[in-house]
């Protein structure tokens, strides 16, 4: 492999965007770039991109060395298929998709043709017009050939980010574990902003920042499991009896607070914090009226 190996980009989304962003700052030839739409190949002659009339490749001439495929999941293997029916020679190319929850078998039909192939996925959430900065001091995954993880873990470096070399088992865990803290938190966040909406509370989740803050600092200083505050984890079954009269008649946010709050008992009883007769009591307040 060449020093600065030319690079093709499928997608120019948020971190297709944040990858050219990257490439180009670091001196790096972005040879083509695909869209659904559109393609554009590097135009030696005049210096600049050359729009083509169309949305996907014919030939080795319309690719790079490497080929980043940062497109929605579900064209991850349709698209390695597509490629993979070109009539090139793979065997000098290293194809990368970036999905998170993908295996690495969604590359198996230009893994067949000699492409060297992994997974690198950055654990991150990107927006559309983010930048190469996007990348520093976050974790990134990779899965896949040896070559080509390799590569990736001076790239990563020069990100100024860190690699985890893992197995497919744990991408699925840290993907997963992923939506639950970054995904889902959006949820509850929402779920608490509402509430204060609905009754009148005029500063919304801003009231809640002091708070929220403080929570993660305790979580990344103590760990997540010795954390826990708040009225279950002291016992409290009248707060939690008034809070689940409040949410009565709003079914999502009662179901939820239900079921964390089981969570909860179970966290608080594991550290000594929660007497059997208090988490009893806690755990029949939360499992009544359900239907």
Same mark, same amino acid.
């Given at each position: 492999?060449?020093? +600065?190996?030319?690079?093709?980009?499928?997608?120019?989304?948020?971190?297709?965007?944040?990858?050219?962003?990257?490439?180009?700052?670091?001196?790096?030839?972005?040879?083509?770039?695909?869209?659904?739409?559109?393609?554009?190949? $590097?135009?030696?002659?005049?210096?600049?991109?050359?729009?083509?009339?169309?949305? $996907?490749?014919?030939?080795?001439?319309?690719?790079?060395?490497?080929?980043?495929?940062?497109?929605?999941?579900?064209?991850? %293997?349709?698209?390695?298929?597509?490629? =993979?029916?070109?009539?090139?020679?793979? =065997?000098? +190319?290293?194809?990368?998709?970036? =999905?998170? %929850?993908?295996?690495?078998?969604?590359?198996?039909?230009?893994?067949?043709?000699?492409? +060297?192939?992994? %997974?690198?996925?950055?654990?991150?959430?990107?927006?559309?017009?983010?930048?190469?900065?996007?990348?520093?001091?976050?974790?990134?995954?990779?899965?896949? &050939?040896?070559?080509?993880?390799?590569?990736?873990?001076?790239?990563?470096?020069?990100?100024?980010?860190?690699?985890?070399?893992?197995?497919?088992?744990?991408?699925?865990?840290?993907?997963?574990?992923?939506?639950?803290?970054?995904?889902?938190?959006?949820?509850?966040?929402?779920?608490?902003?509402?509430?204060?909406?609905?009754?009148?509370?005029?500063?919304?989740?801003?009231?809640?920042?002091?708070?929220?803050?403080?929570?993660?600092?305790?979580?990344?200083?103590?760990?997540?499991?010795?954390?826990?505050?708040?009225?279950?984890?002291?016992?409290? =079954?009248?707060?939690?009896?008034?809070?689940?009269?409040?949410?009565?008649?709003?079914?999502?946010?009662?179901?939820?607070?239900?079921?964390?709050?089981?969570?909860?008992?179970?966290?608080?009883?594991?550290?000594?914090?929660?007497?059997?007769?208090?988490? &009893?009591?806690?755990?029949?307040?939360?499992?009544?009226?359900?239907?």
């Amino acid at each position: 492999m060449i020093n +600065k190996p030319a690079i093709t980009l499928f997608g120019n989304g948020a971190l297709g965007g944040a990858l050219r962003d990257f490439f180009t700052k670091k001196g790096y030839k972005i040879y083509s770039i695909w869209s659904s739409n559109e393609g554009s190949v $590097f135009d030696e002659s005049i210096g600049a991109f050359d729009k083509h009339n169309k949305s $996907f490749p014919e030939n080795s001439s319309d690719l790079g060395d490497i080929i980043f495929l940062s497109v929605p999941d579900h064209k991850v %293997s349709e698209l390695a298929h597509q490629l =993979s029916e070109l009539d090139i020679n793979w =065997s000098g +190319k290293f194809v990368i998709h970036n =999905s998170g %929850s993908l295996p690495l078998a969604s590359l198996k039909s230009l893994a067949d043709k000699g492409a +060297k192939i992994a %997974s690198m996925h950055p654990i991150q959430t990107f927006h559309k017009g983010d930048d190469h900065s996007r990348f520093k001091d976050i974790n990134i995954s990779l899965v896949g &050939d040896e070559a080509v993880v390799g590569w990736l873990e001076g790239i990563i470096q020069k990100m100024e980010a860190k690699a985890l070399r893992i197995d497919e088992n744990q991408k699925q865990a840290i993907h997963l574990s992923a939506v639950m803290a970054s995904n889902y938190l959006v949820v509850l966040m929402n779920i608490a902003e509402e509430i204060l909406k609905q009754n009148g509370v005029d500063q919304s989740i801003e009231l809640l920042k002091p708070l929220i803050d403080q929570t993660l600092s305790n979580i990344f200083e103590k760990g997540a499991s010795n954390s826990l505050t708040g009225p279950i984890s002291r016992g409290d =079954s009248s707060s939690v009896k008034l809070h689940l009269n409040k949410l009565s008649d709003q079914k999502t946010a009662d179901e939820i607070y239900r079921m964390l709050g089981k969570k909860a008992i179970g966290i608080a009883r594991s550290h000594n914090n929660l007497s059997i007769e208090s988490a &009893d009591l806690l755990l029949k307040l939360l499992i009544e009226k359900t239907e």
